[in-house]
């Protein structure tokens, strides 16, 4: 299994601290002063990453009102495509800053490329990773595209069954592909924790022997640190500066605080999934002394009797386990004892 690599010279993999990614998606609401406040704001929340998706309305579909060009119903009810898009769409014009920025930073920054003039874009930026969007799982051209560029690439499953899944992860791997991640996505907007699936993190794992993460699209980040505990190494969850600003994926998406939640918490839940296996914790040594163990409570002169008037199972724990109670009843002791020893086979030998 693909154990861990890096993006941005950031280890990602078991063992390590969940590598977070903040989706900017079409939060800037077409500011380019929001969009860098956003990468700002996920800078200073702990977030790995911020990334972008790099398309134009005329790189998605066409400019038609007609059947199948019209949503209908969900959250973007009565839209066309290419008025969604080119409404939630990032001009190309502020890749370069955005990555600029980013470095400056600390906090890398890469994106989600729907088509070949997109790649070429990304490429020239020196893109540390490139992200396959589920709605583009089964463009494998595409992929066989990105995998060409040998940056570590990670592809959400939202929506693609188990042969879409296969036939994605063996192009990138035939088109040369060695760093491949999938993220378990529900394709909801925004999804019902019900409807999340969890296990389908380790299946994934399994199935196709690469790490698995979550692109998470529920309400609260409960799913994220869940997801965490299933073994997920990489979080992605769209991210706003305020949902009152509206936009197209506000709905779904993390404020500032929200995400440093998900980045805290997350990492808790990786810290307590560590280790395995019956073992007594360091936090645990010093409250050894409060367990039950055998004392004797009353003196007893030499020769004297263990018996149930002297001797009782009581705090601290340094006597011996009350489990040798049965045993040691009716024994005699070897020297005098004082009320409050700890009892040891010594007292009998």
Not at 158 to 185: F, K, P, Q, Y
Not at 262 to 287: M, Q
Not at 329 to 349: E, F, N, Q, Y
Request: glycine residues 10%; proline residues 5%; hydrophobic residues 45%.
């Amino acid at each position: 299994m693909t154990t861990a690599f890096a993006i941005a010279g950031r280890r990602i993999g078991p063992g390590e601290r969940p590598y977070i990614i903040a989706e900017m998606s079409g939060n800037h609401n077409g500011q380019f002063e929001r969009a860098m406040a956003i990468l700002e704001a996920a800078k200073e929340a702990g977030a790995d990453a911020l990334k972008l998706q790099t398309y134009t309305a005329d790189t998605m579909t066409i400019d038609i009102d007609g059947p199948g060009f019209q949503i209908e119903g969900g959250l973007w009810n009565g839209r066309t495509l290419y008025n969604l898009y080119r409404e939630a769409y990032t001009p190309w014009e502020w890749h370069a800053p955005l990555f600029k920025r980013g470095r400056q930073l600390g906090i890398a920054v890469f994106s989600s490329p729907f088509d070949f003039t997109a790649v070429d874009l990304l490429e020239k930026l020196d893109a540390p990773a490139y992200k396959i969007a589920s709605f583009e799982i089964i463009d494998l051209p595409l992929i066989r595209r990105v995998a060409r560029v040998g940056r570590p690439i990670i592809i959400s499953t939202g929506m693609a069954n188990l042969e879409e899944i296969r036939e994605a992860v063996e192009t990138a791997r035939e088109a040369g592909a060695r760093d491949i991640m999938l993220l378990h996505c529900v394709s909801g907007y925004p999804t019902p924790a019900v409807d999340a699936n969890l296990p389908m993190i380790k299946l994934l794992a399994e199935t196709f022997d690469v790490m698995v993460g979550l692109s998470d699209h529920t309400n609260d980040i409960g799913v994220a640190v869940a997801a965490v505990a299933s073994g997920a190494t990489v979080i992605e969850k769209h991210v706003i500066l305020s949902r009152a600003d509206g936009g197209p994926d506000a709905a779904f998406s993390a404020e500032p605080a929200e995400l440093a939640a998900l980045v805290r918490n997350t990492a808790l839940a990786a810290e307590a999934c560590s280790g395995g296996g019956f073992r007594r914790a360091p936090s645990e040594e010093a409250n050894r002394a409060f367990r039950r163990s055998l004392y004797v409570v009353d003196d007893i002169p030499v020769g004297g009797v263990l018996n149930e008037m002297n001797m009782r199972a009581i705090r601290p724990g340094f006597g011996l386990a009350p489990k040798y109670y049965d045993q040691l009843l009716g024994k005699r002791v070897s020297r005098a004892v004082k009320r409050g020893t700890p009892v040891s086979w010594d007292l009998i030998g």
